[in-house]
T-cell receptor, first 109, second 115 residues
Framework: AQRVTQPEKLLSVFKGAPVELKCNYS??????LFWYVQYSRQRLQLLLR??SRESIKGFTADLNKGETSFHLKKPFAQEEDSAMYYC???????????FGKGTMLLVSP | DADVTQTPRNRITKTGKRIMLECSQT?????MYWYRQDPGLGLRLIYY???????NKGEISDGYSVSRQAQAKFSLSLESAIPNQTALYFC??????????????FGPGTRLTVL
C-alpha cells in the first residue's frame, strides 16, 4: 500500500526562523510528490510538486529517492505561512493521490 | 477556487437519515473525487470518477455511495448516516496534463455533523 508519513502534527516556529516540514513516502517505482496547503478558512490548494522543481512563496522541496523523502523547506518563515500542510504522492501506475495526515505550521511573531 | 462548489456547506442530521452532498464544477475536468478530512487523520479518499461512466471506490467507501450525473456533477450519499461519519467532506477535480501529472482543485468543503 502507498503510504505518506508526516511525523509532526504541529510545528511551531518564530518569524524569521527556518522551517522544515518532513514527509516520507513508501517506495514504489517513480512516484510523483506534491505539497498541498490549507490556509485558515481557505480551500486546500497545490503548493508545489517535485517535477516542477519550483519555489513557491519561498518554499522548496527536493525529492530524495534514497531516503524516500520530500521535505518542505523555507529559510525564513513568515506569519502568513501559518497553515496546514499536506504531503501527497501519486505512484506510477496509480492515478489517485495518497495524502499524509498533515502538519500544522504555526509561525509566531 | 470558485469553479468547484459544494452544497450544502454545513449540515446537521440524525443517525439513520439519508444525506446527499453535491459537488459541481465549471472547470471542464473529467476527474472528480470525494474525500473526508478528520483531525489527525488527514484526507482520505472515499470515491473517485475519471469520467461519467467510471466510478471507483477509494480507501474508505463503506457506508457511502456516489453518482456522477454529468461531467460537471458528482454527488456523495450517506444511505444511513452514523455519528462516526461526522467530518469535513471535500470534493476535488483534476485533469491530466503533461502526460502523467494532474493537479487537484478542491471545493470549499461541507461540514457534516451526525447526531
Amino acid at each position: 500500500a502507498q503510504r505518506v508519513t508526516q511525523p509532526e502534527k504541529l510545528l511551531s516556529v518564530f518569524k524569521g526562523a527556518p522551517v522544515e516540514l518532513k514527509c516520507n513516502y513508501s517506495y514504489s517505482g517513480s512516484p510523483e510528490l506534491f505539497w498541498y496547503v490549507q490556509y485558515s478558512r481557505q480551500r486546500l490548494q497545490l503548493l508545489l510538486r517535485h517535477i516542477s522543481r519550483e519555489s513557491i512563496k519561498g518554499f522548496t522541496a527536493d525529492l530524495n529517492k534514497g531516503e524516500t523523502s520530500f521535505h518542505l523547506k523555507k529559510p525564513f518563515a513568515q506569519e502568513e505561512d501559518s497553515a496546514m500542510y499536506y504531503c501527497a504522492r501519486r505512484g506510477s501506475g496509480y492515478s489517485t493521490l495518497t495524502f499524509g495526515k498533515g502538519t500544522m505550521l504555526l509561525v509566531s511573531p | 477556487d470558485a469553479d468547484v462548489t459544494q452544497t450544502p456547506r454545513n449540515r446537521i442530521t440524525k443517525t439513520g437519515k439519508r444525506i446527499m452532498l453535491e459537488c459541481s464544477q465549471t472547470k471542464g475536468h473529467d476527474r472528480m473525487y470525494w474525500y473526508r478530512q478528520d483531525p489527525g487523520l488527514g484526507l482520505r479518499l472515499i470515491y473517485y470518477s475519471f469520467d461519467v461512466k467510471d466510478i471507483n471506490k477509494g480507501e474508505i467507501s463503506d457506508g457511502y455511495s456516489v453518482s456522477r450525473q454529468a461531467q460537471a456533477k458528482f454527488s456523495l450519499s450517506l444511505e444511513s448516516a452514523i455519528p462516526n461519519q461526522t467530518a469535513l467532506y471535500f470534493c476535488a477535480t483534476s485533469v491530466l496534463t503533461s502526460g502523467t501529472t494532474d493537479t487537484q482543485y478542491f471545493g470549499p468543503g461541507t461540514r457534516l455533523t451526525v447526531l
